[in-house]
């Protein structure tokens, strides 16, 4: 079966320090990885995905994650965390054996203090 | 480019009344379309999914239903409502096609509180 976990419940970082909200998954064949985001009251929105080829991944607003098949991880990262990157991420992974069915992580509540 | 609605914003139910929310998409054609349920602002769980015209997959057992009955229109439907069935809805487009490296793409959610 699928599975997803974000170990940590909440990160807490200082604007200007870098960040990093991590990830683990289990999954039949290859993954294919997300990291949503989302703003209070809000749907998620898309920051990144892996498919396939550079286990390193860049998206929007200055993210990346790191694909790493040994350790089953793909870590959200940034150099610089904002306080405007306060918000809820989540992991998700999809594979072909699962169909259509995305499992999501439980989410990491990301505080950035000014 | 795509864009996806979701209405209403917000919604107060007795229990035992029926429910309706509607999603839908623009900018794209054949779809699939998907309703998630957000509880207490964390995880979400898959309750419905669509590839098609009047073609509904259910994931989860429940008082809930679902119906697509145009090519970009996604309707979550409950008969009589209860009170576990409060959080937050969200909608969600993907390309066609049953690559898993597709992204979703959520519309902005609707805020359910059944009372």
């Known amino acids: 079966a699928q599975s997803v976990a974000q170990p940590e419940d909440q990160v807490n970082v200082a604007e200007g320090n870098p960040l990093t909200v991590k990830c683990t998954y289990s999954?039949?064949?290859?993954?294919?990885l997300f990291w949503y985001v989302q703003y209070p009251n809000r749907g998620l929105q898309f920051l990144l995905k892996?498919?396939?080829?550079?286990?390193l991944v860049k998206g929007s607003y200055g993210f990346e994650a790191e694909f790493n098949k040994s350790q089953t991880s793909f870590h959200l990262k940034k150099p610089s965390a904002l306080v405007s990157d306060s918000a809820l991420y989540f992991c998700?992974?999809?594979?072909?054996?699962?169909?259509?069915?995305?499992?999501f992580g439980a989410g990491t509540r990301l505080f950035v203090k000014a | 480019s795509q864009t996806i609605h979701q209405w209403p914003a917000t919604l107060v139910q007795p229990v035992g009344s029926p429910l309706s929310l509607e999603c839908t998409v623009e900018?794209?054609?054949?779809?699939?379309l998907y309703w998630y349920r957000q509880a207490a602002g964390r995880g979400l769980q898959l309750l419905f999914y669509?590839?098609?015209?009047?073609?509904i997959s259910s994931e989860v057992p429940q008082n809930l239903s679902a119906s697509r009955p145009q090519d970009r229109q996604f309707i979550l439907s409950s008969k009589k409502l209860l009170l576990s069935d409060s959080g937050f809805y969200l909608c969600?487009?993907?390309?066609?096609?049953?690559?898993?490296?597709?992204?979703?793409?959520f519309g902005p959610g609707t805020r359910l509180t059944v009372l």
């Open positions: 892996y498919i396939t080829g550079d286990n």
């Open positions: 999954v039949s064949g290859n993954p294919y």
């Open positions: 669509s590839v098609g015209i009047g073609q």
């Open positions: 998700a992974v999809r594979s072909y054996t699962g169909g259509f069915k995305t499992i």
């Open positions: 969600a487009w993907s390309i066609a096609g049953p690559g898993p490296g597709d992204t979703q793409y």
């Open positions: 900018g794209t054609s054949n779809p699939n």
